[in-house]
């Protein structure tokens, strides 16, 4: 792990790091979320009668979407040609609740850490947007970069990530 902080300059003024000489590699990450809630609730998104629809097909596509804005929301993050966002949502009647994995690939100079935890993290405020008609006691958590790889820093699997 560096010591060293990249987003930030000998002054301590943020700044966006420059990738320009890095080289383009093939790159892939990703990343978990999860939305603990009543098994009511749970009931309402496995029966389909949750009253704004389709929770998950909606989550899915808000997932998909975000990690392609990622850069217009967050400061310092690079604008990336995103080859490929999967966004899986799992009913879990044991969390009770939804299991989320976003996995994003590209092929660039900087990796999609980023994408990967903005991909799972708008489709669980999304589960949560879509049921708190239902329930307002619903928690998100459990967001955190499962596996990346390629670049210079090789690659990362989360010691309990399967």
């Known amino acids: 792990?560096?010591?060293?902080?990249?987003?930030?300059?000998?002054?301590?003024?943020?700044?966006?790091?420059?990738?320009?000489?890095?080289?383009?590699?093939?790159?892939?990450?990703?990343?978990s979320a999860h939305v603990v809630m009543l098994p009511e609730t749970l009931a309402r998104v496995t029966e389909g009668t949750a009253k704004k629809g389709d929770v998950l097909g909606v989550a899915r596509l808000a997932g998909i979407m975000a990690a392609k804005k990622c850069a217009d929301l967050i400061p310092l993050c690079h604008p990336l040609p995103i080859t490929k966002?999967?966004?899986?949502?799992?009913?879990?009647?044991?969390l009770p609740g939804v299991r989320i994995t976003a996995e994003v690939r590209t092929t660039g100079q900087t990796g999609v850490e980023m994408e990967a935890l903005t991909a799972a993290s708008v489709a669980a405020l999304t589960v949560y947007d879509m049921l708190k008609a239902v329930e307002k006691s619903m928690e998100i958590g459990g967001i955190a970069v499962l596996h990346k790889e390629g670049g210079k820093s090789g690659t990362y699997r989360r010691e309990d990530a399967q």
Request: overall charge negative.
């Open 85 to 94: 966002v999967a966004v899986d949502l799992q009913p879990d009647p044991d």
């Open 1 to 31: 792990m560096s010591d060293r902080l990249t987003h930030f300059d000998a002054e301590g003024r943020a700044l966006m790091v420059d990738v320009g000489d890095k080289p383009v590699t093939a790159r892939t990450a990703s990343a």
